[in-house]
T-cell receptor
């Protein structure tokens, strides 16, 4: 069975600082991986996804993530945090068939301090 | 945007009453899901559907049932609401395939008093 672990339920950074949100997965074969963002009182929206090809994936709003098979990780980064980045971020994993539902991590709440 | 509409957006109900939440999509996505979101638990899967009349249980299905009589509609019913079912409920849709992302509705905030 697949699972996702997000280290840190809450991360706080200063405006302009590097954002690093951690995600590790457990899967018998390399899965497909997703990052979603949830702004207050809204649904989740896709930030980026890794399926095949380049292991460094660029998403919306300046975010990117790197798939590292050897470390079973898919950490999300952004070089410079903006106040508007304050939100909850979820990492999710899918098997390659797509015949089982996405499995989500518990989420990391990002706060950005002025 | 997959055109997912959840109704109602907010509901307060009494313990022991049945409640039905509706998810409607306009994108003809085959797969549909119901999740609940609670602090400290992230998103937990309640039930899902891979097509009309094809549903299955998720990890927290006790006390919930679903129906899908049309591609575009996926109903979640709380048979007899309890305070532990106070939560935010999200519907999601997806095309087949492991590399396709899920699209989410705006959520329904349900309070059971």
């Amino acid at each position: 069975a697949q699972s996702v672990t997000q280290l840190g339920s809450h991360v706080s950074v200063s405006e302009g600082a590097l954002v690093l949100l951690r995600c590790n997965y457990s899967s018998s074969v390399p899965p497909y991986l997703f990052w979603y963002v949830q702004y207050p009182n809204q649904g989740l929206q896709l930030l980026l996804k890794y399926t095949t090809g380049a292991t460094l994936v660029k998403g919306i709003n300046g975010f990117e993530a790197e798939f590292k098979k050897s470390e079973t990780s898919f950490h999300l980064t952004k070089p410079s945090a903006h106040m508007s980045d304050a939100a909850e971020y979820f990492c999710a994993v899918s098997d390659r068939s797509g015949n089982t539902p996405l499995v989500f991590g518990k989420g990391t709440r990002l706060s950005v301090i002025a | 945007d997959a055109g997912i509409t959840q109704s109602p957006r907010h509901k307060v109900t009494e313990t022991g009453t049945p409640v039905t939440l509706r998810c409607h999509q306009t994108e003809n996505h085959r797969y549909m899901y119901w999740y609940r979101q609670d602090p400290g638990h992230g998103l937990r899967l309640i039930h899902y559907s891979y097509g009309v009349k094809d549903t299955d249980k998720g990890e927290v299905s006790d006390g919930y049932s679903v129906s899908r009589s049309k591609t575009e509609d996926f109903l979640l019913t709380l048979e007899s609401a309890t305070s532990s079912q106070t939560s935010v409920y999200f519907c999601a849709t997806k095309r087949p395939g492991g590399n396709t992302e899920a699209f989410f509705g705006q959520g329904t905030r349900l309070t059971v008093v």
